[in-house]
C-alpha cells in the first residue's frame, strides 16, 4: 500500500531533479531547500557508478545521460547537475545535441557557470585557485569559464584525488584526512602564492571545510558552492516563468540511488543535514 500511494504521489509531481554521482550534490540540494522550500524536488545518487572523477568523459557523459533521461522519465523539466565533474564532462553535450531528441522543453543546468559569473568579486589579487577532483581539472572548465567573464583573473587548479574516498568512507574525520588536505594545500600555495580566493569546485568539499581552512594563509577566503548555485536558481525560475510554472509546489522530497538504500540513507544525513529515506532504481 505504502508503495502505491508512493507512485500515486510521484506519477502527480513535476519537480525539480537534482542529480549527482554520489552523495555531494545533497550539500547543493539543502541550500536549494533553505533558499527555495516551496517546490517538489527529486534527487538522483548514482551511487553504483561513482565516483566520477577518476572516469574518462565518454564515461562521465554516459552516465550523466542516463541519468538524465530516467529524471526526464519521471517529470522533471528542469534538471540541475549538483556534480561539478558531470556538469564539466557531460552538461554541455547533453544542452547541445540530446535535449532536442530527448525532450526539447526540458532544461538541464549546471554548478559551474554560476559559480564562475561572480567569482571575480572574491579575489583582490585577481588570482583564485580551484581544489577539485581530477576530472574536473582534465577538463580545464572553470578557467575556460572564468576566463569568459574575468579575463584579467589567474587560475591555478589543484586535483585532489584523496578527498571524496576519504569523505565517503567515513574518514574525512579522522587525523589522516589531515595529511593529505595539507598536502593539497600547500601544493596550489607553491604553485602560485597570490591567491587569495579558494574555490571548493566538488560538492563533497564542503564536508572538510574547518580541516582546509586550518591549513589557509588569513587573507585567503574559502568558497563553497551551495549558496552560489541556489542563488543562481533562484534567479533562473524568477527568470523563466514558463519553466516554473511546471514545477509543482507540494513541497514533497524523494531521493533515489543507484546503490544499497541502507548505505545511501546512512550516509546521506551526513551530506543533507538530517535523515532521508531513499528507494532504489536501476540504471544503464
Known sequence: MRDFLFYHITLRMSPIGVFDSGYGGLTVFRE????????????????????????????????????????????????????????????RTIQQNDLRNLDPNVRVLGVIRPTSEIIGSFTKTKNIGILATNGTVQSNSYAIEISKFYPEITITQEACPMWVPLIENREHENEGADYFIKKNIDSIFKKNKE?????????HYPLLKEKIQKNLPAQVQLISQGEIVAASLKDYLERHYEIEKRITKGQQRFFYTTDSVQDFDSNAATFFGESVSSRHVDIG
Do not use: M
Request: proline share 4%; net charge neutral.
Open 195 to 203: 591567491i587569495d580566493a579558494l574555490l571548493l569546485a566538488c560538492t
Open 32 to 91: 536549494f531547500i533553505n533558499l527555495l522550500p516551496g517546490y517538489d524536488y527529486l534527487y538522483l545518487g548514482d551511487n553504483s557508478r561513482a565516483p566520477y572523477g577518476t572516469r574518462s568523459f565518454e564515461t562521465v557523459y554516459k552516465y550523466t545521460l542516463e541519468c538524465v533521461q530516467w529524471l526526464i522519465s519521471q517529470k522533471c523539466p528542469l534538471i540541475i547537475l549538483a556534480c561539478n565533474t558531470a556538469s564539466a564532462k557531460a552538461l
